[in-house]
């Protein structure tokens, strides 16, 4: 593996006006790990996630991709890297597979290749079975697992994903996570998520950050982050203790992420 860091950000501010959503962030995520930006609304999460995506200009600071620097190579950054924002990108009107057909077009996968592209992206989200039904009728399940499909197509090396699992149940939410990890693991993708579920990321990611008006204030691994408060410290513990802030609506999310945690750790024991 390159010792090229997946993301590196020094010294990042952006304002909206006099607004500062982003303060002087300096962050660093490794190639092939799982990283989770926690945070409260409006910590400047999504913020920074649009300008490491290049939707929105660097203001002040430098961002790097793979070592890729995003102001001057802004194309070469959105060749390896995929996105699923927090807003639903699917167009109701169109099948499963003309959805990701177009993204196909949209990052220029080789006409060739294209026919073949999609379809492995709809295996691996598991929806080769109703690729070819309006994704209007999909569940809410079905649409985020097809907004992946649409992100995985240019086999991105970094996938970034902004609160992907909002609203939906339980059991979506895991079928979603289930396939990420497949695909992690197989692929050895770099994945950068924001979520509110801390059940979620104790269970899917190797480190995370506490992100509260603009600015980083504690990064490592959850295990670390809790002892650091006391035995019996909970993510949600750290997650109040750095931000001040409650975690309301986002009830903790158990079940098949216990065996997702499961099946990372046992990865990690293998090498």
């Known amino acids: 593996m390159s010792s090229v860091p997946a993301v590196e950000i020094h010294g990042l501010r952006h304002r909206f006006g006099d607004h500062v959503a982003v303060d002087g962030v300096d962050l660093v995520v490794e190639q092939g790990e799982v990283f989770g930006l926690l945070g409260p609304n409006g910590a400047g999460k999504t913020t920074l ?3 490491l995506n290049t939707l929105l200009p660097i203001q002040e600071g430098s961002v790097t991709v ?8 802004k194309m070469a950054v959105r060749r390896v890297l ?4 927090q807003q ?3 167009e109701a009107a169109l099948t499963g597979r003309e959805n990701v057909s177009w993204f196909a077009r949209l990052y220029d996968v080789p006409r060739r ?7 492995d992206a709809l295996d ?3 929806l080769t079975d109703t690729a070819d039904r309006l994704a209007g009728t999909y569940s809410g399940g079905m649409v985020r697992r097809l907004e992946l499909a649409q992100a995985l197509i240019n086999r991105p090396a970094l996938l970034v994903l902004d609160e992907p699992t909002v609203g939906l149940d339980p059991v979506a939410r895991d079928g979603v996570w289930r396939r990420v990890e497949e695909l992690r693991l197989a692929t050895g993708m770099t994945v950068l998520l924001t979520t509110h579920y801390m059940e979620e990321a104790e269970a ?3 480190r995370v950050a506490l992100m509260h008006l603009g600015t980083l204030r504690a990064i490592g691994e959850t295990d670390e982050l809790q002892h650091e408060l006391g035995p019996d410290a909970t993510l949600e513990d ?6 001040g802030d409650t975690l309301e609506g986002a009830e903790l999310v158990k079940g098949g992420l216990r065996e997702v945690r499961r099946t990372r750790r046992t990865a990690g024991r293998v090498g």
């Open 49 to 51: 996630i649009r300008v």
């Open 66 to 73: 793979l070592g890729r620097d995003i102001r001057r190579s």
């Open 82 to 85: 995929g996105y699923v924002p």
């Open 88 to 90: 639903l990108s699917i």
């Open 113 to 119: 290749e294209r026919k073949q592209r999609v379809a």
């Open 124 to 126: 691996a989200m598991g």
């Open 204 to 206: 899917l990611c190797d």
């Open 238 to 243: 750290v997650f109040r203790h750095y931000t």
